[in-house]
């Protein structure tokens, strides 16, 4: 029995109210709902800020792990270590002051240049080489992902705030000290601008003396004249590395004279380096040695007091590299 018109009128009517009432344009560009996409946010609920993935915040905890350190100490052994001895070879002194030091220890240097980790990292002894972290500035290599991952990869760097007090830049350090890592750091907290050391902070003497590991000393030269800070161009030459007798706490000792110990010492490397160990320690005994702060004279005279890299004469500047290196 087929239905009457009316009927079918009706049906008709209603299948074309239905229809009508479909937006078949949004059904058609209608995306994936969750799990397939982003979930939505209640528009009366606040939402919480989005977790920080850069500078301090960055996690490095995958870059200490068995694989990426076997593939560091690939990249290490099997092209940075030629690469820095073909280019900037190093003359290693005080070896045998490490002797009788077992890791974790707190490397302490000075910092002239970007060079200084990589051939640090090529001279340490093979039984710290491997195992040591490197205290890098967040607000420098870890601004983007992509900076802080490979400085996290190539360096097994590890952020540290130098810009404001931040809890996590002391007890990340110290909590891998206490799992057998050693740690690099510089003093200086950056690159001296014109080739003498500036003021020593505290933070790797507090590490040592929170870890009660020892504090060594390390002296570089050569990198800064290699690649100096704010230089365009690379220029090989011979580096020197010395490394120090450790500086350990006394009775009473405060993090303050600690590094202005280390500073002292680091001072005193680096007249041995001009002079012999034996002139070194006696001016070092009698208050005597030369600081790493350099003469207080004006920018120029500074540049040119700077000690030339031993068996070389120091090349004379152009006037635009004069007047980088000597801004008022």
Do not use: C
Not at 57 to 86: I, K, M
Not at 193 to 222: C, N, R
Request: no cysteine.
């Amino acid at each position: 029995m087929s239905p009457e018109p009316s009927d079918r009128r009706g049906a008709l009517e209603r299948l074309e109210r239905v229809w009508g009432e479909l937006d078949v344009r949004r059904l058609v560009r209608r995306r994936p709902g969750f799990p397939w996409a982003a979930p939505t946010w209640p528009a009366t609920v606040p939402m919480a800020p989005a977790e920080a993935r850069t500078g301090a915040d960055y996690d490095t905890e995958w870059s200490r792990r068995y694989g990426v350190r076997l593939a560091r100490a690939l990249l290490v052994e099997g092209v940075a270590r030629p690469l820095v001895h073909l280019v900037i070879p190093p003359n290693v002194e005080g070896l045998d002051r490490l002797d009788d030091i077992e890791p974790p220890v707190v490397l302490a240097a000075n910092h002239a240049s970007h060079l200084d980790t990589a051939l640090l990292l090529s001279v340490i002894p093979r039984r710290f080489r491997h195992r040591v972290v490197v205290a890098a500035a967040a607000d420098y290599f870890f601004d983007t992902r992509l900076k802080a991952s490979l400085a996290a990869f190539a360096l097994a760097a590890v952020p540290i705030e130098r810009t404001r007090i931040s809890r996590r830049s002391s007890e990340l350090p110290a909590e891998l000290l206490a799992d057998g890592w050693s740690v690099l750091i510089y003093p200086e907290g950056g690159r001296t601008p014109d080739g003498w050391t500036q003021p020593f902070t505290g933070g790797a003497a507090y590490l040592a003396m929170k870890a009660e590991v020892p504090l060594v000393p390390v002296h570089i030269s050569g990198t800064g004249d290699a690649l100096p800070r704010g230089a365009r161009r690379f220029t090989p030459g011979r580096t020197t590395v010395t490394f120090g007798a450790p500086v350990r706490p006394q009775p009473g000792d405060s993090a303050r004279r600690m590094a202005a110990r280390l500073e002292a010492e680091i001072a005193a490397l680096a007249d041995e380096r001009e002079t012999d160990w034996w002139q070194a320690r006696r001016r070092a005994a009698a208050g005597a040695t030369p600081p790493l702060s350099g003469p207080d004279v004006s920018p120029w005279r500074r540049t040119w007091a700077r000690p030339a890299p031993r068996g070389a004469k120091r090349a004379p500047l152009d006037r635009s590299e004069w007047a980088r290196r000597n801004r008022y």
